[in-house]
């Protein structure tokens, strides 16, 4: 069994989130005021601009209020490099025998936490937390994350559950496992899942944004679902060779029927040949991009990753004597 005293990191990426910071740890510090567990919270900015790092900065310490049992730090990155790789930045840095992964945005409740640590203290590595509904989202965002959980289900080879997102807790030992992972293009999601152990859900209603504008509209949320699908299955690839199949023998049985129409005595007003050779070149050039793109794509990774940069850069972290030696490699 955990122990209930144990320490909780709470790793939160935000970017330009000044309005919801104080009501996140205001809500964290009520949901945790009657336990046990010493904690810290991590904010991880991710490049603010709007006076949400002054705000962290400000208040960098033991919360009040929290019997000296809970802690705020700031992480704060060199520029914008993404939720992901701040979401990495965080777990690097964690010192919790559990690390609870949410957003500021308060899409994620506080009020989820204690599930999500009663899982744990029975021997659940990792917990993620399901949506039930979500609120505040436009049908489209909602169709499109529907769609892309069940094509990624059918082309990934890792059990990713349906409509879990980053929230979720993981043990000590996920987050090690998770720091020797150091690929450029990352999803959180699907590596918690991937490294295995004891995993389990527990299930919530999401909410809507408490202030300010989403930082994950439909086409950043788009370049993601690309990443984690080109990160975890090279199922395009083969549909690749199987779409040149399905093209050589489409081509051959046009060239066929042009040759019986013609042998027949039929096409007499078409100008021989320009049929067969335009619609046939124009088809299979769009194809041909269409597979150079797709290899383009994965050949970019390998020449990104082999580059082997660090993921990140911190400019400053208010618990600097606790972070690891080599940050961001």
Known sequence: MRKDDA????????????????????????VLAGGSARWELLLVDDGSSDGSTDWVREHAGIIPGSGGRGVIRLVR???????????????????????????????????????LLDKWREGVDVVYAVRRSRQGETWLKKTLAAGFYRIFHALAKVNVPMDAGDFRLVDRCIVDALRQMRELHRFMRGLTCWVGWKQAAVYYDRAPRLAGETKYPVWK???????????????????IVGLGGI??????????????????????????????????????????LLCLGMLGQYVSRIFEEGKHRPLYFVA???????????PGL
């Open 316 to 326: 400053e972290d208010s618990g600097a004597s606790s972070a690891p030696e080599t």
């Open 247 to 288: 093209m050589m023998v489409v081509s051959v049985l046009w060239g066929l029927w042009v040759w019986i129409t013609v042998a027949l005595g039929g096409g007499k007003n078409l100008q021989p040949g320009w049929a067969s050779l335009m619609v046939g070149l124009v088809f299979l050039s769009g194809v041909q």
């Open 7 to 30: 320490l909780v990191s709470f790793v939160v990426p935000f970017l330009n989130e000044k309005d919801n910071l104080p009501v996140l740890t205001d809500r964290i510090g009520k």
């Open 221 to 239: 949320s788009a370049r993601l679902a690309f990443d984690a699908i080109t990160s975890f299955s090279a199922a395009p690839l083969r549909w």
């Open 77 to 115: 990155l060199s520029r914008n490099f993404g939720h992901q790789i701040a979401i990495t930045a965080g777990l690097d840095r964690a010192r919790g025998d559990a690390v609870v992964i949410m957003d500021a945005d308060l899409q994620d409740p506080p009020e989820v936490i204690p599930d």
